[in-house]
């Protein structure tokens, strides 16, 4: 079974594209951009710090990636696999529908540098993407109770009505809840061989030609799913450590980005914040790396809880953000295509089963 890229999801980006692009010429047009320089200027050489949270996230996703791979498969290398996690999590950050591209390289480049079967890396990268998610219930609600009476005070002002702390509360706990409840299904389950079924019916022959000579992949990785029943289960729960972890190092982030700028906001109020344009990044999972709309979140967020010179200070936050990934994404291509990857390798899934 492969992790097959939908054509839909391409114009989706585009628009989500377009969308993040007009957000941020009306971001620009709202800051103080030399302020933000000039702020900037001033961190000099301590702004390499900025640069740290982002590789724990990495690390951490890496060491819990290797958790989830099915209960037979061991001594995955961690190097290689950080590798692929790196290339994977550039790709689906920086293009339209970079999701659709980026998770299905995952499978193929497990096979290409570790030698694992694409069934086994398939089964790893939905049982990934699922806990990941269930993750940021959990962070999501962390971030909910450490802030309440902050979001409870601030949410007139941020959504329009009362709530807002009750409102990311109740969202963190359904998200963990229906991801972990997938998960549960997903692994007692024939998910894949009911998907196979399922996309049977569907009346158009070449489709139907390519899944009757697909059919032993799903059924290859519903048994690599199924081979998680009756397993122990501390892998799993070290792996979703790591994936609290991972999504913990955003607010350490821009805990240490307002640090270097000289700018005090406690530290359970820079929490809330994070979660809540966190999820509503999620929302706008369409646009690349939320292109705009996290951005114009900081600064509305900055602006309510009264920063100084919030137009000047929040633009430099949201512009060292930027850079930062900037610099990392330029880093993940570069490794890249020095592996000799290329993006229509993920393409290679689908036509490819062991």
Not at 77 to 87: A, E, H, S, T, V
Not at 253 to 280: C, K, N, R, T
Not at 335 to 344: A, E, I, R, T
Request: aromatic residues 14%.
């Amino acid at each position: 079974m492969g992790l097959k890229k939908e054509k839909g999801n391409n114009a989706a980006g585009y628009v989500g594209l377009l969308l993040g692009t007009g957000l941020i010429v009306y971001l620009f047009s709202q800051i103080d951009l030399q302020g933000a320089i000039e702020r900037i200027v001033t961190i000099g050489f301590s702004s390499v710090l900025i640069l740290l949270p982002f590789l724990v996230l990495h690390v951490s996703e890496t060491f819990a990636w290797i958790k989830v791979f099915p209960p037979g498969i061991r001594g995955i290398p961690f190097l290689p696999l950080f590798r692929i996690q790196l290339i994977a999590e550039t790709v689906s950050m920086t293009l339209p529908a970079g999701v659709a591209i980026g998770e299905p390289l995952r499978p193929y480049l497990c096979k290409r540098f570790i030698g694992l079967s694409v069934p086994d890396s398939v089964a790893s990268v939905v049982v990934r993407k699922i806990m990941l998610s269930a993750a940021q219930g959990i962070y999501t609600v962390a971030g909910a109770l450490a802030g309440y009476a902050f979001l409870q005070t601030i949410s007139g002002s941020i959504i329009g009505f009362g709530g807002l702390g009750l409102l990311m509360a109740a969202a963190g706990f359904a998200v963990f809840f229906i991801f972990m409840l997938f998960l549960l299904l997903l692994l007692n389950g024939s998910v894949a061989v009911k998907l196979h079924q399922f996309l049977m019916l569907v009346p158009f022959r070449k489709m139907k030609d390519w899944l009757l000579e697909k059919e032993a992949g799903f059924l290859d990785t519903d048994q690599a799913l199924g081979s998680f029943r009756g397993s122990p289960c501390g892998g799993r729960y070290l792996a979703m450590f790591y994936y609290v972890l991972a999504w913990f190092t955003i607010t350490v982030e821009s805990y240490i980005i307002l640090l270097l700028l000289g700018v005090e906001i406690p530290l359970h109020q820079i929490f809330a914040i994070d979660i809540s344009l966190a999820m509503l990044r999620s929302l706008f999972f369409f646009i690349p790396s939320g292109l705009g709309v996290q951005d114009l979140g900081y600064l509305i967020f900055f602006q309510v809880v009264g920063m100084p010179d919030y137009s000047a200070n929040g633009a430099a936050f949201v512009l060292l953000r930027r850079f930062k990934e900037v610099l990392w994404y330029s880093i993940g291509y570069g490794v890249m295509f020095l592996s000799g990857v290329h993006l229509k390798d993920a393409d290679a899934v689908t036509t490819s089963d062991t």
